[in-house]
């Protein structure tokens, strides 16, 4: 049977507050980036993500994946991820998305697939295989290459995590060795995500005005634009209170009205109309932890760290 043309909702891990600990665990890193199942059938390439859309005409970079596999018909799951600074990069890899089809200026983006399991190979589906069972396949059926990479698996959490935290990376993914692939939409236990916490330097280009009080500062990121001839651009990416007292709310009131600009310093959608603002020069940045990015490219649970 070739599941070529099928749709697999992929395996998903369920999230754990601590890093599990047992013989019975194996290690890997989680990237962050998006999952994206790839379907081979006689040199033929399929991409798909977890929402199960199609994406092959998006990432042609992959065409070659069918000559790196041992094989004529496959399903390996893993993770598309951008780097940038040397890190991954889930902004940098949406904003790529949010370009389309691929063309010259998606070349400044380049990415790279992070495979970590093999489902189907030559007519027999593995998913009933154990985990440890289908790395050994993965490991004897594809060939690296610069952009593909098999995920290296570790006996020690505590080192991995302590690598982790100081790379900045996302986090962890704990996966029982004895365990099949569950297909999703439910989240296995199998799989257990730790995540740290991430952080970023934002701009700060608006100011949210409630009762003639400040309430939360608008927050943007520069990138380069190519409606602006290649200029910096910000672009709104949410807004934030947490962290902020009322002297400190007090504080950027002050600033603001010193610094207020008649229109709005952002490219990109912003908060909903009707919202008083008070829009600002960008010319201070703040330190800010959040837990991720949204599909939509906000920051989720933002809170300023001083």
Known sequence: MSYFEESIRPMEPRLSSSLPAGETFRYQVK???MRLLAFGHRGKLRLQGKSLRDKTSKYPELAGLPQLINGEEFILDGELIALLQGRPCFYSLMRREQRGAFGAKNKAIPVFYMVFDCLFLDGAWLGKK???TRQEILAGALRED??????TSYADGENLWDAVNKQKLEGIVAKQRESPYVTGPRKSPYWLKTKLEQQIEAWVGGLLVRDHQVTSLLLGLEE??????????LRYIGNVSSGLTQQDLSAWQKWGRGHAVSRSPFQGPLPAPGKEILWVEPLRSINVTFNEW?????LRAPRITK
Do not use: Y
């Open 130 to 132: 154990s985990w440890e």
């Open 224 to 233: 380069r634009s190519e409606q602006s001839d290649g200029h910096p651009v």
């Open 146 to 151: 610069r952009i593909v990479r098999i995920c």
């Open 31 to 33: 990237w962050d980036g």
């Open 294 to 298: 949204t599909p939509e490219l906000k």
